[in-house]
C-alpha cells in the first residue's frame, strides 16, 4: 500500500469507497470486484451507482502478488478490507484490528447496487434508513461518512446541484456563496446539453469524468467542519445537518482534536468490515479477483 499510494495518491480513497460500495452489498465478499458477466448475468462494476468506481487494478497488483507467494490461500474479501484499513492509516487515519478468514462470493449482485449503496442526493431519512438496515446507529452513520475526508468527487455528480438545483435552474440555496463560486469555478464545462449529438456528449460526459473537486489528502476533522460552514460538498453530506441528533456529532467532531471521531471511525469500519461476511466451507478463494472460480 506504501508502493501503490506513492504511485497515486488517490489510492487510499478508492480502495475505502470500494469497501464501502462491496459491504453494503450482501456484505464484504468481493462481490464488488467480478467483472465480465459474472455467474451469467450482469455485474455489480456495470450498475449505475458503481459506474466511477476505482481500485481494481490496485487490488489486482496485491492479489497477483499473494498468489505468488501463498497461492489460493488469500482471499480477494481480505485483501480489499485490509488495504483500505492500511491506506486510511497512511492518510492519517486510525489503524484497527480485522479477522481475516473471509472467503470470495461465486456470485455478483447487479440489481441489489440500485437498492443497497446510498445515493449522494439522498435526503437524511433515507441515509438514516440504510445505514440502519445495515445494524448501524445514527452516531455511526455520521462517523462512516467521515469517510468523505479523502479523495475526489466527479463534477458531474454535484453539476446539477450547482446548476440546477432540484430542476429550479437555480443552485442549492443551502451551499455558501464562496463555496457555490469554487465549485462552479472548477467544474464549468458546460458541454451537456441534450441537442448534442451522441459522439459529442460522450465526449462531454469523459470530460467531466476527468474534471473532479478535491475532498481532501488527510485524514482529519475537516469534513465536519466544512458542514458546519454550508461546505458540504454533496448533498447528502450537507444533510446531515438538517437532523438534530447527527448535527450534534458533527459538531462534536468539528469542535475537538479528531480523537473522538478517529476512535469512533476504527470502531465503526471494523464493524463495516466484517458485514455479512463468508467463511468456512462458504463461497471460495479466487485466483483471479475479477472472475470466479469454475
Not at 469497501?19 to 465480465?36: E, N
Not at 473471509?102 to 449482485?109: G, I, T, V
Amino acid at each position: 500500500m506504501r508502493e501503490l499510494t506513492a504511485e497515486n495518491s488517490e489510492t487510499p480513497a478508492a480502495l475505502l469507497r470500494l469497501v464501502f460500495h462491496d459491504c453494503f452489498i450482501r456484505g464484504c465478499d468481493a462481490s464488488i470486484l467480478l467483472k465480465d458477466h459474472a455467474n451469467a448475468g450482469r455485474s455489480e462494476t456495470e450498475a449505475a451507482p458503481n459506474l466511477t468506481l476505482k481500485g481494481f487494478a490496485m487490488i489486482d497488483v496485491i492479489k497477483q502478488r499473494l498468489e505468488n507467494e501463498c497461492p489460493r490461500t488469500v482471499s480477494c474479501a481480505d485483501i480489499l478490507v485490509l488495504a483500505a484499513r492500511d491506506g486510511i492509516t497512511l492518510s492519517g487515519g486510525p489503524f484497527y484490528p480485522l479477522l481475516t478468514g473471509r472467503r470470495d462470493s461465486a456470485e455478483s449482485f447487479y440489481e441489489d447496487s440500485f437498492q443497497d449503496i446510498p445515493s449522494p442526493e439522498d435526503r437524511i431519512g433515507k441515509i438514516l434508513g440504510t445505514f440502519k438496515r445495515k445494524g448501524f446507529s445514527e452516531r455511526e452513520t455520521v462517523t462512516l461518512l467521515g469517510a468523505h475526508n479523502i479523495g475526489s468527487i466527479n463534477c458531474f455528480v454535484i453539476r446539477h446541484r450547482v446548476e440546477n438545483f432540484t430542476g429550479t435552474g437555480k443552485p442549492d440555496g443551502t451551499l455558501d456563496a464562496d463555496w457555490l463560486n469554487h465549485l462552479t469555478s472548477q467544474c464549468n464545462n458546460k458541454q451537456h446539453d441534450s441537442s448534442q449529438s451522441k459522439k459529442n456528449r460522450k465526449t462531454a460526459f469523459n470530460q467531466q469524468l476527468s474534471s473532479s473537486i478535491t475532498m481532501g489528502t488527510m485524514f482529519d476533522i475537516h469534513y465536519y467542519q466544512s458542514l458546519l460552514r454550508r461546505r458540504g460538498l454533496l448533498f447528502s453530506d450537507q444533510e446531515l445537518m438538517r437532523d438534530p441528533t447527527a448535527a450534534d456529532v458533527v459538531r462534536t467532531y468539528a469542535s475537538g482534536d479528531g480523537s473522538d471521531f478517529q476512535i469512533d471511525f476504527m470502531q465503526a469500519m471494523a464493524k463495516l468490515s466484517n458485514l455479512g461476511v463468508l467463511t468456512g466451507s462458504q463461497g471460495q478463494i479466487r485466483i483471479n479477483c475479477s472472475m470466479v472460480v469454475k
